[in-house]
């Protein structure tokens, strides 16, 4: 059945969206609510509006008088901004098109206004500001959490209605200089109002952005400034009056987007990307001077004001990059990120301006510090690409950066879980065998993700069966690091576990050859009784499961029959190692593009996958047994199913590579052999067996041959 939008409804049906909504609070029409929460327009709902309008000769002009008033709406770019590089974005764009390749995630780092970020929609977004009125903009632009519109709309709609008369913090503060007494009586009801809504959960964290951002755009839009809060224009008329515009988000943002509210330089060394964009304070004028007023009604904290301008205490918010430490500054930023490509704007005022308004960073230090990283490329806004030592631009223009980085390789990390049969040890082998310039990658059978973390590409789909282990990967993936760290280390001292990083084995009475186990016996069973008692698989199941394993005997992930993690208490805890692959881990898995699934291999898609792509197999081995091959977990059935499935990827062109054992403690994976000797065009190369995790109850002796496979 077909449906639409609210806009192309309300658009076919020739009455205003607000009315729209109208009706339908009103009961005049039922409608189906998807699982996102979002109300799904349909014919049938179009054919019983259309009938009740045409009978009620209704139409825009006879709303009812209790119907919301019309309200407008707004988009990212409408705002002004110091250095905003909206008119630059088909220079950046055409830029980018031209001279990277697969181009998967972007990361913003000095965001802004999130303008050049809305120009990558397509892809998995990063994006960074110290300010926080910018990142939660951001929030509104490009989090993918779902939101009502309709509630916004409606919240909207009755902030645009009202008329305060008490005063606030902001009219006992901002009243005639800025914006008039009445005006910031209705910032200031507002501002707390969103807050409120928010601590009571009537708005979720995305709603609560958009309605902030929504309050931020309509006071620029009418500040009694030149655009930025240095100093306000005495002795004028308040002609303009607040109104709020209902944000306008693009509809299909990117799951995996990540919003940042770090200062740049601690932020870099812990994300990666395909592409980072560096847009720095060009010169002496601080962003918090300019736009403090903004930033003290999106903290919302209510500080003390003092001056003229009633500027707050900024102090913290200072950059380096609008003084004479710029360049070490910048050269520090540059030495520690992680990407393919580094794009930065720069103009070329360095010495030809006021002192306030000269560049910090000279040509020569940009062209230096880029080209220890790789090969530099420099484009003015007409794209006339000029290299090293022969530019000489005269005008006062931007320029693009370009540094296309030397084999900027991933550091290669392992996985937060000790999963069976993780390939983390087999990496340095199997990973130079991988294709270099593969535009996604499939991983199969993910387990732990030892594989899928590392290889090199950024948009990587993860599947496993095992729907408890991608529960928790996905919860790694979408919860900050300081959410799960805070929450892990209140656990233990819930449950009275030990943590011999923090204490050391003294305090427990126990010593580092006989293990924690008898110290936390009694507390581990407190939280596996918990666990298994839990009735929902929330954030807290998933992070309760990560604590479980930590503590568990050989770190494993086991569950009986009845659905009961059932592993008894191991002789580790949460130590130093432990912390640091889990730290790494996120990091890693909030920088990619990232998808996981828990699909049967046999359902997992080939379409919108090319000779581009790659996937990676590692099944239950056949001839082995392992945790994740019990109670029959892996059949011949499966075996061949799955190289009848990898036939299917090598008809398509798709290249793929599987791990595998071809002889194993005496046993020969007989179909797998004959499959091989099947296909001349595959090659099974060779590697050497090297785990110290699998099959742990069974012995280390007799002949592994464990292979890969490929079909390129």
């Known amino acids: 059945m077909m449906s639409y939008s609210a806009t192309q409804l309300a658009k076919k049906l020739d009455i205003s969206r607000s009315y729209l909504y109208y009706l339908k609070d009103n009961g005049v029409v039922e409608v189906e609510i998807n699982d996102n929460g979002r109300v799904i327009w349909n014919e049938e709902a179009y054919q019983k509006l259309s009938e009740y309008i045409k009978k009620n000769k209704a139409d825009s002009s006879d709303e009812p008088k209790d119907a919301p008033k019309e309200y407008k709406t707004t988009k990212i770019n409408n705002r002004r901004y110091l250095g905003n590089k909206y008119k630059l974005l088909p220079f950046i764009t055409g830029v980018v098109e031209n001279e990277c390749k697969n181009i998967n995630t972007v990361a913003d780092i000095f965001a802004g206004t999130g303008a050049v970020a809305s120009a990558f929609i397509d892809k998995k977004i990063i994006t960074n500001d110290i300010m ?48 008039s007494l009445d005006d910031c009586r209705k910032i200031g009801f507002i501002r707390q109002d969103i807050e409120d809504k928010f601590n009571l959960g009537y708005i979720n964290a995305r709603e609560r952005a958009l309605l902030i951002t929504s309050l931020l755009y309509a006071m620029d839009k009418i500040a009694n400034t030149c655009g930025h809060y240095d100093a306000y224009r005495q002795g004028v008329e308040f002609e303009k009056h607040l109104e709020l515009y209902v944000p306008q988000p693009e509809p299909d943002v990117n799951e995996n987007n990540v919003c940042y509210n770090m200062d740049t330089n601690e932020l870099a060394p812990e994300i990666e990307a395909d592409l980072i964009y560096i847009d720095p304070p060009y010169n002496s004028r601080q962003y918090c001077d300019a736009y403090h007023l903004l930033e003290n009604v999106a903290r919302w904290e209510k500080p003390e004001v003092f001056g003229v301008a009633r500027k707050m205490d900024r102090t913290a918010l200072k950059s380096d990059y609008c003084t004479q430490k710029a360049t070490v500054a910048f050269e520090n930023l540059i030495d520690s990120i992680h990407a393919k490509y580094i794009l930065l704007s720069y103009n070329n005022m360095s010495n030809k301006g006021n002192d306030r308004s000269n560049a910090k960073i000279s040509d020569d230090d940009i062209m230096k510090i880029l080209s220890k990283k790789g090969k530099v490329k420099v484009f003015s806004e007409d794209y006339k690409a000029f290299s090293t030592g022969k530019s000489d631009i005269q005008a006062n223009q931007e320029r693009l950066f370009l540094c296309i980085c030397n084999n900027e390789k991933k550091e290669v990390i392992p996985s937060a879980l000790n999963y069976t049969g993780g390939k983390y040890k087999l990496l340095s082998q199997i990973l130079p065998l991988f294709p270099k310039d593969a535009d996604q990658v499939v991983d199969l059978f993910c387990g732990g993700c030892n594989v899928g973390i590392n290889v090199d590409c950024n948009k990587v789909l993860f599947n496993d069966s095992n729907e408890y ?141 090319t000779d581009k792509s790659f996937f990676y197999a590692d099944p239950p081995y056949l001839i082995t047994c392992a945790t994740y091959n019990e109670q029959a977990g892996w059949t011949e059935n499966d075996e061949k199913d799955l190289l009848n499935y990898l036939e299917e990827l090598d008809k398509k062109g798709i290249r793929f590579a599987l791990s595998n054992v071809l002889e194993s403690k005496g046993k020969k994976n007989v179909i797998l052999s004959e499959w091989i000797n099947q296909n001349k065009k595959f090659k099974a190369i060779p590697l050497n067996y090297d785990y110290t995790n699998s099959n742990y109850h069974t012995k280390k002796d007799g002949i592994t041959k464990e292979v890969l496979v490929v079909n390129y």
């Open 132 to 179: 926080y009125s910018n990142y939660i903009c951001h929030v509104a632009w490009f989090s993918s959490e779902h939101y009502s519109e309709e509630k916004v709309i409606k919240i909207i709609t009755q902030y645009n209605n009202l008329e305060i008369t008490e005063d606030n913090y902001m009219s006992d503060n901002f009243s005639n200089t800025y914006f």
């Open 469 to 609: 282990l991608m529960g928790l990967l996905d919860t790694f993936r979408r919860l900050t690091k300081e959410e799960i760290f805070d929450w892990i280390y209140k656990s233990i001292d819930k449950y009275g576990l030990s943590l011999v990083s923090k204490n050391g084995y003294d305090f427990y009475n126990c010593e580092s050859s006989k293990g924690l186990g008898e110290y936390n016996k009694a507390g581990y069973n407190k939280l596996r009784g918990d666990f298994n008692k839990k009735a929902s698989k929330d954030n807290e199941y998933y992070l309760m499961l990560y604590l479980l394993i930590v503590y568990s005997f050989n770190n494993q992930l086991r569950f009986n029959r009845k659905g009961e993690f059932n592993l008894p208490v191991g002789k580790r805890d949460f130590n130093s190692k432990m912390q640091g692959k889990l730290e790494a881990f996120i990091d890693r898995v909030k920088s990619g593009d990232y998808r996981f699934t828990t699909d049967d291999f046999r359902n997992v898609s080939m379409e919108d996958y």
